[in-house]
Nanobody, 118 residues
């Protein structure tokens, strides 16, 4: 059974930082790309950043570029989202996502809540 488990969310003040983690588990599971999404209250879910497992070429939404570097640790099957200079507009539930190589099924984590206070 494939699982994506996010952690690292919480309450942080304006200008602060958080690091989110997403651990992928599942016997023989492989995918090409890991993505971070977020969904703020009353808004649609949006992609924040993505990174392939095999090459170090991350991609970002324009509004996140430079603030939210995404990295991965292949040995730990874990992807990270370092969130810097946070503002209340970054308040959202953050999800990690991937698509299985075999079969193309989507997998989502349950999300981790990030709240930024002013």
């Amino acid at each position: 059974q494939v699982q994506l488990v996010e952690s690292g969310g919480g309450l942080v003040q304006l200008g602060g930082s958080l690091r989110l983690s997403c651990e992928v588990s599942g016997r023989a599971f492989t995918s090409n790309v890991m993505r971070w999404f977020r969904q703020a209250p009353g808004k649609e879910r949006e992609c924040v950043a993505q990174i392939p497992w095999s090459i170090d070429i991350p991609r970002y939404a324009d509004s996140m570029r430079g603030r939210f570097p995404v990295t991965r640790d292949n040995a730990k099957n874990t992807v990270y989202l370092q969130m810097n200079r946070l503002t209340p507009e970054d308040t959202a539930v953050y999800y990690c996502h991937t698509v299985a190589k075999a079969g193309g099924m989507d997998y989502w984590g349950k999300g981790t809540l990030v709240t930024v206070s002013s």
